[in-house]
């Protein structure tokens, strides 16, 4: 959304416009989202039973769905006590170097203080890095077996 206020911006156009269309948007993929959800988990009852040992649908963003899926349809907790306890952990640095960058951090020293939405950012870009990584070693593995 904040690269959409920044071509907004850019463009001339009004603000709250695309706010308001974004919210339109989201509020209506909300019930979408779940409806296909549904169609699809009827249509394909392995997406959330546990019990099939394949899948029609192999891809990894898939199967993470429809890990989140299970473990928030199911009766017991499937996620380890210690992940809630990080994420809680993270959320409050977070806050706390927000509000400490504000108030107790002097001005000239704000570049210094950690932006844990950039850490996120630098986690997901990650994935996409790790896999150039992994293409360019595979190519650079493939010269030196062909010079031995």
Not at 7 to 12: A, D, R, S, V
Not at 57 to 72: C, E, I, K, L
Not at 115 to 131: E, P, R, S
């Amino acid at each position: 959304m904040i690269g959409d206020l920044k071509t907004t911006h850019l463009l001339g156009a009004s603000p709250k416009a695309v706010f308001c269309g974004q919210l339109t948007g989201d509020i209506v993929s909300i019930f979408m989202a779940a409806g296909v959800y549904v169609v699809f988990s009827t249509a394909y009852p392995c997406i959330n039973d546990l019990s099939y040992t394949t899948c029609s649908f192999p891809t990894p963003d898939v199967q993470s769905w429809r890990a989140v899926g299970v473990a928030v349809s199911s009766s017991t907790l499937l996620i380890p006590p210690s992940s809630g306890y990080t994420a809680i952990g993270l959320g409050i640095a977070a806050v706390t170097s927000v509000v400490a960058k504000h108030t107790v951090v002097p001005p000239k020293y704000h570049n210094w203080v950690p932006n844990f939405n950039a850490i996120g950012i630098g986690f997901k870009l990650c994935d996409v890095l790790c896999a150039f990584t992994q293409w360019y070693e595979a190519r650079l593995a493939s010269k030196f077996a062909a010079v031995d």
